[in-house]
């Protein structure tokens, strides 16, 4: 018995005093180019750890802190490998086959997470020819929890057909356009949760900081299959990997937030100035506006949108149309993916990038000039003019100042659209797309779907508010 005790003892000594680095740390990994990028692990106190990267070959060393955690920073060099990372302690870890290049962060509920084996039929599609050793992937494990923690499971591999089958089609297909078009490694994160709510995505202090997003927090609707409190994934899950350098986040959620649509832009606002803060950088944001479906309600979903297209305003973001990409207005998980991952990339392409992409805003409603019976509304982002895709203009009503909607008559004018109604004499507010499950056939020439609006801002009586 005491023989094994000190075997016990002397095997815990040793394990205490390795190196030991995050999950996220590892080999196959993609590091984000010609950056500041951080090392960070544990090890004994007072330990001298050195850091050698083979792309320039000089050591860098730091002594481990008090707690038992270390951290140094390299300086990448452009786009190449593959490279090799030797960190030197008491034991000396490897990493190998790491590529420079550009990395990004695919986050949501399940339209993010969904793959190909769970029906993403395009992502399908790809399988046979998906081995692609520039393109890496981080697969998360899902983890909440009460506080912060230092670390999540996950683990990188190379895309091929094993690894793509299980990781989200979304993200795949942005980062296959974009390593693509910019012809460098592409590394993407797979940090999502099918049902979780965005107050689940930030810290439970900033849920609590504004009325709104504080009752948002409070009315979440109890699921089983994704964690119902405030801030719980912000720690499980971002705040591990936040010292991990990266070139921007794509976003898809929202549906599970249609218990309190009011507070939506706010959340979005919160989330994405405190996710740049915890990076320190203010890296783009893109998202995508949800798809139609019907879930039965009335405006929840409408005013969810209308949210998401405030949230535009925000720098550095952008959003991505899909009332044009559902095949069933019965699945809340429109079974194709690579049209929204492409537009994702085209607006990293133009915004982040600068490369020149003809189209990739949706047209937006700017302004409404009223005159006896007809309304004319103006749009940008649609410089070469708009058209109806089915020959017919859908999705418009207009109301009078007795607040009744009822549907109305459309035709094209360029860049303007014409609008009236037969019993509405004296229109003041005009409606397009907005419900659960839209049709539109309203798209600019170059096949953008119109972002769905309303002119009015009457309260539609579905939330009470703190």
Known sequence: MKTALLLWLLLLSRAQAEVVLPSILASDMVLQQETDVALWGWANPTEKITVTASWDHRPVSVTGAADATWKIRLRTP??????????????????????????????????????????????????????????????MNRRAAASPQNDVGGNWSI??????????AVGYFFGKKLQAQLGVPIGLIDMSWGGSKMDTWLPESLVNLYPETRHSGRTMVKTPWAPN????????????????????????????NRHYAPAYYQLTRLLVESWRGRWQTDFPFYFVQLAPYRYGGTFETALIRENQTRAMAIPKTGMVVT??????????????????????????????????????????????????NRMWLTFDHAPNGLIARTGVLTEFEIAGADRVFRKAHARIQHNTVEVWADGVENPVAVRFAFRDAPEPTLFSQEGLPVIPFRTDDWDLGLFKKE
């Open 159 to 168: 895309c091929d057909s094993v690894s793509l089958k299980r990781f989200s």
């Open 323 to 372: 009332t044009d990409l559902v095949d069933n207005l019965e699945d809340i998980h429109p079974a194709y993916k690579k049209e929204v991952g492409n537009r994702l990339a085209n607006w990293a392409l133009a915004e982040t990038y600068h490369q020149k992409i003809d189209s990739y805003k949706s047209p937006q409603y700017r302004s409404l000039r009223i005159h006896g």
């Open 78 to 139: 452009k786009s190449g490998g593959p490279y090799v990372i030797t960190i030197q302690g008491n034991n000396t870890v490897l990493l190998t086959n790491i590529l420079i290049g550009e990395v990004w962060l695919c986050s949501g509920q399940s339209n993010m997470a969904l793959t190909a084996a769970g029906g993403v039929k395009d992502a399908r599609a790809e399988l046979p020819t998906a081995h692609n050793p520039n393109m890496r992937f981080f697969k």
């Open 229 to 256: 409190v405030p801030g719980v994934l912000f720690n499980g899950m971002v705040a591990p990997i936040t010292p991990f350098a990266i070139a921007g986040v794509i976003w898809y959620q929202g549906e599970s």
